[in-house]
């Protein structure tokens, strides 16, 4: 009886966790997924199925997809938006929305790193695969319910709004360029050094550190989930400091 009441028990667990993920995925992609089998593929990273080759068990087929979705999306979004500017902007302005920290810090958001499927072992670019997952959540949503809901979702989480849009399309500050450009009017010598590569098991991302030296002084310390935005972050730090000495 007792066997009989544990396995009972099991089942309603897993029942109750289905639906309870069914409704997720209803609210987050405000519609009934016909084949939620394609949803669950999306949330199905390769680590997960390293035993297998086959790709039709992961989610890079449907990374591929939501990856040229989400760039029609946001190239149309743009076109609308700045119809004034060049291609080159247009250009610009599209990578630093579809970059990959921008679109790990929406499938963060939205909660897809509670959904994915991960295995053991992941690559030094670990935080990346929730910025894929979020591309193949598209290319299912489009396989599933066609493309107006894959580019409704789009413009929801990724382009969010026309104000959104133009704060990253026209937020193009390259702090260490500055850095470096001071440095040679006023004949210094900057150096950026690499300090550390953190891995954190908890929230699966590396973390680096960075440290700036100005004729062989270190200037300041800054952390970046790249090694590039480490060295923006370090720079932007750095600015500040000479701003201050130049004012004092």
């Not at 890079?60 to 938006?81: H, K, M, N, P």
């Not at 970059?99 to 935080?127: F, M, P, S, W, Y």
């Not at 910025?131 to 990724?158: P, Q, S, T, W």
């Not at 133009?166 to 040679?184: G, N, P």
């Amino acid at each position: 009886m007792q066997i009989v009441t544990a396995i009972l028990k099991r089942l309603r667990l897993s029942r109750r966790h289905r639906d309870e993920s069914y409704r997720f995925w209803t609210e987050l992609l405000e519609y009934e997924p016909r084949e939620i089998e394609l949803i669950n593929l999306a949330m199905s990273h390769r680590s997960a199925a390293s035993h297998s080759h086959d790709a039709r068990l992961t989610n890079e087929r449907l990374e591929f997809l939501g990856d040229a979705l989400i760039g029609l999306v946001v190239a149309d979004s743009l076109y609308r938006t700045f119809p004034a500017e060049t291609e080159g902007f247009l250009t610009r302005a599209r990578s630093r929305v579809v970059c990959r920290e921008a679109l790990n810090h929406v499938a963060h958001k939205i909660q897809l790193d509670r959904h994915l499927k991960l295995g053991i072992t992941l690559k030094e670019n670990a935080e990346n695969v929730y910025g894929n997952a979020l591309e193949a959540l598209v290319g299912a949503v489009y396989l599933d319910g066609g493309f107006d809901r894959a580019a409704h979702f789009v413009r929801k989480h990724i382009v969010v709004s026309e104000s959104h849009l133009r704060d990253i399309a026209q937020h193009d500050v390259d702090y260490k360029s500055q850095l470096l450009e001071w440095a040679q009017a006023v004949h210094r010598h900057v150096e950026f050094v690499q300090l550390a590569d953190r891995y954190d098991v908890r929230s699966d991302a590396h973390k680096f550190e960075c440290e700036v030296l100005i004729n062989s002084r270190v200037v300041a310390k800054a952390v970046g989930a790249t090694k590039k935005l480490a060295q923006q972050n370090a720079a932007k730090k750095s600015l500040e400091v000479v701003k201050m000495l130049k004012n004092d």
